[in-house]
C-alpha cells in the first residue's frame, strides 16, 4: 500500500464542507443597540443571543465568517477539557471548578435547543468524550480529574474502554457531549442575526473604538454607532485591557483523514504529551477523522514539514489512515491562569465586552460567553460571570505563567534584533526568511516564479520582528501572534495595521503602508 501524503496547500474540512457566504461590506453609517467585532463563532452565538434578546445588533468580520480559528478547529463541543478540573479545583477552589463545569455543560445544552429552535442543520449528535492516557505514570492523573470532575457533579466516569483501534491504558469519560459542524452552527446563526434591523457584515475591518455614549466603531470601509460592542476577534484589537501580555498565542496543526478500518466515534484527547486529540465527522463520501496536535508559540517553530509528518505517521501507524485528504493550522489564546476572560473589558464600564483567552476549548466557551454576555447588557446576575470576569483578582493562580511568557515576549524582541541574518541573494524560490538590508531587517519571500516581496519585518502591533511560517506561507509575530501575508496585509491582529512596504536599498522604494 502507497504510504498517504500530506497535501501540499493547506484546505479547512470545515470550509470545503459548508456554504460560501456573501454578506455585504459595510458602507456609510449605521446604528444598532450592540456592535459585535469579529465573525467567528464567538461574535455570531454573542450577536444572535443579543438579537434573541431583542437587541438590534452589527456583526462586522474582517474576511469571510468563519475563515479564522473557528474554520481551523478540531471543534469538539464538551465541558471534558484535557485534564483542567483537578488544577482548578487546586488554583481556584470547587466552586471554581463547578462554575466552569456547569457553565460549559450549559453550553452544550443551549447548542442543542438553539439547533432545534432555529431548525439549524449542523450534523449535531450527542457523543462521549474522553481524556485518555497509554501511559500507566499517568493513571493517577486520570483518577484525580475523574475524582474532582464527580465532586462537582459533571458526568465523569473512569474506563480503561473505547472504540480506538489501540488499547488504552485508563481515560476519564464524559458522556452527553457533542460534535458538531462548527461553520454550519456559525453559518445557521448569521442567518438568525441578519434582518428586522440587524446586520453581518463581511470584509470590513474594525480599526478603533471609541467608547462613549454612543460607542463609535471605525471600519476600514464605514462607521458603526452603537450602545454597546462586543469585540470578540479572537485576542481583542483594541486592547484595553492588555489582554496580549495576559495571554500567549498557540498554533496547533490538524490532518482530515480517512481510515481502512472502523472509524472512532467517541471525541479524545492524550493526557499527557505529544497531544494527540481525534474526532470524526461525517462527509458526504464517509467519516473523515480529524487529527491535531504539535502545538507550538505562534512565530517561534520553523520544522513544519516534521510536525506534519510526526502526525501523518500516527495517522498511518496507529489508526490505520489510507488517505490524508485535508492539513490545516490554527491558533488560540492561553490564559495565564487557565480560566478565559468573558465580559466587561475593563472595570467600571459597561460599553466594552470581549471573550479571549479559550486555549482552544472556544466551542462551548463561545457559548458561555454569549450567555454572560446577554445576562450583563440585560442587566441581570449571572451565576459565572465573576469566575470568567476579565478584571478577576486571582493573580496567585496566573504569576509565575505570566512571568514567563512576557519574559519570553521580552526575549523575542530584543533577541530578534540581534540575529544573524541571511542575505536576500541565498532566497530560493517558495522561500521566506527575514534578511539584514543595512540597518533594517525585511521580510522578504521570493514567490514560485522568483518575484520578490519585501515588507519591513517589524509587527505593527509592539515591534517585534515576525518570522516565517512555511505551511501557511505567512509571516507570524512570535509576541503576540499577529500575522501578516507576503505582502504585509493583516491576516490575524492584534495588529491591525500592515507590515510597512519597504524595498531592499539596492530597488527603489514602493512606497509606504502606514506602520504604526
Ligand atoms: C487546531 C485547533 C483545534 C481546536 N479544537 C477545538 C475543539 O475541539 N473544541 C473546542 O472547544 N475548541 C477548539 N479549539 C478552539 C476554538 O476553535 C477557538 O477557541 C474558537 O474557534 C475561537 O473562536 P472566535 O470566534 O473567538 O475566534 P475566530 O474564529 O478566530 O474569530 C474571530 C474573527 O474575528 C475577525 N477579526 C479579527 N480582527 C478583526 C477586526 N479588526 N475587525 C473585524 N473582524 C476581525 C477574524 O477575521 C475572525 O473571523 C481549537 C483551536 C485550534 C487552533
Ligand atoms: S503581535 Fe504584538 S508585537 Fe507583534
Not at 218 to 236: D, S
Not at 367 to 393: C, H, K, T
Not at 443 to 467: K, M, N, P
Amino acid at each position: 500500500m502507497a504510504t498517504p501524503s500530506v497535501p501540499e496547500e493547506p484546505q479547512s474540512f470545515w470550509i470545503e464542507t459548508s456554504d460560501t457566504t456573501a454578506y455585504p461590506s459595510l458602507r456609510g453609517q449605521v446604528s444598532v443597540d450592540v456592535a459585535v467585532l469579529g465573525g467567528g463563532i464567538t461574535g455570531l452565538t454573542v450577536a444572535a443571543h443579543l438579537k434573541r434578546a431583542g437587541m438590534t445588533v452589527a456583526v462586522v468580520e474582517a474576511n469571510r465568517l468563519c475563515h479564522g480559528t473557528t474554520g481551523h478547529t478540531t471543534g469538539k463541543l464538551s465541558s471534558l477539557h484535557g485534564l483542567v478540573y483537578d488544577t482548578l479545583t487546586s488554583s481556584f477552589g470547587e466552586e471554581g471548578a463547578r462554575a466552569y463545569g456547569e457553565a460549559n455543560e450549559a453550553a452544550i445544552e443551549r447548542v442543542a435547543a438553539l439547533c432545534s429552535e432555529y431548525g439549524i442543520d449542523c450534523d449535531f449528535e450527542r457523543v462521549p468524550n474522553y481524556t485518555y492516557t497509554e501511559s500507566e505514570q499517568e493513571v493517577s492523573q486520570i483518577e484525580a480529574e475523574v475524582q474532582a470532575a464527580k465532586r462537582v457533579e459533571l458526568p465523569a466516569t473512569y474506563t480503561e474502554e473505547s472504540d480506538l483501534p489501540y488499547p488504552i491504558r485508563a481515560a476519564v469519560r464524559f458522556d452527553g457531549q457533542a460534535r458538531f459542524h462548527p461553520r454550519k452552527w456559525c453559518l445557521g446563526l448569521a442567518r438568525v442575526v441578519e434582518g428586522g434591523g440587524s446586520h453581518v457584515f463581511e470584509e470590513t475591518r474594525a480599526l478603533s473604538v471609541e467608547e462613549g455614549r454612543p460607542c463609535r466603531v471605525q471600519t476600514e470601509r464605514g462607521e458603526l454607532e452603537a450602545g454597546r460592542v462586543v469585540v470578540a476577534t479572537l485576542l481583542p484589537f483594541t486592547d484595553r485591557g492588555f489582554f496580549f501580555a495576559r495571554t500567549h498565542p498557540e498554533r496547533e496543526h490538524v490532518l482530515g483523514v480517512r481510515l481502512d478500518g472502523p472509524v472512532p466515534h467517541g471525541m479524545y484527547i492524550t493526557a499527557g504529551s505529544p497531544t494527540r486529540s481525534i474526532r470524526s465527522h461525517p462527509a458526504s463520501d464517509g467519516e473523515v477523522v480529524l487529527i491535531s496536535g504539535e502545538s507550538h508559540k505562534t512565530g517561534q517553530a520553523a520544522d513544519y514539514q516534521e510536525r506534519y509528518a510526526r502526525l501523518e505517521r500516527f495517522a498511518r501507524e496507529r489508526l490505520g489512515a489510507r488517505s490524508i485528504d485535508y492539513r490545516f493550522s490554527a491558533q488560540d489564546f492561553y490564559p495565564a491562569d487557565q480560566v478565559p476572560y468573558i465580559g466587561r473589558m475593563r472595570r467600571g464600564s459597561d460599553r466594552l465586552y470581549t471573550a479571549t483567552g479559550f486555549k482552544a476549548w472556544g466551542m462551548s466557551h463561545a457559548v458561555v460567553a454569549a450567555m454572560i454576555i446577554e445576562d450583563q447588557l440585560q442587566g441581570r446576575e449571572n451565576p459565572w460571570s465573576e469566575f470568567y470576569s476579565p478584571n478577576r483578582l486571582k493573580p496567585m493562580a496566573s504569576a509565575s505563567s505570566f512571568i514567563k511568557e512576557n519574559a519570553n515576549v521580552a526575549r523575542r524582541f530584543f533577541g530578534d534584533r540581534l540575529m544573524k541574518r541571511q542575505s536576500l541573494a541565498e532566497l530560493a524560490s517558495g522561500e521566506g526568511a527575514v534578511v539584514a538590508d543595512g540597518s533594517q531587517q525585511l521580510a522578504a519571500y521570493r514567490d514560485e516564479q522568483g518575484e520578490l516581496h519585501t515588507v519591513s519585518a517589524r509587527c505593527t502591533h509592539l515591534g517585534c520582528i515576525v518570522s516565517w511560517n512555511a505551511a501557511d506561507t505567512t509571516w507570524d509575530c512570535p509576541c503576540h501572534g499577529s500575522r501578516f501575508g507576503v505582502d504585509g496585509e493583516v491576516i490575524h491582529g492584534p495588529a491591525v495595521k500592515a507590515l510597512k512596504r519597504s524595498s531592499p536599498s539596492s530597488l527603489p522604494s514602493e512606497g509606504e503602508s502606514g506602520e504604526a
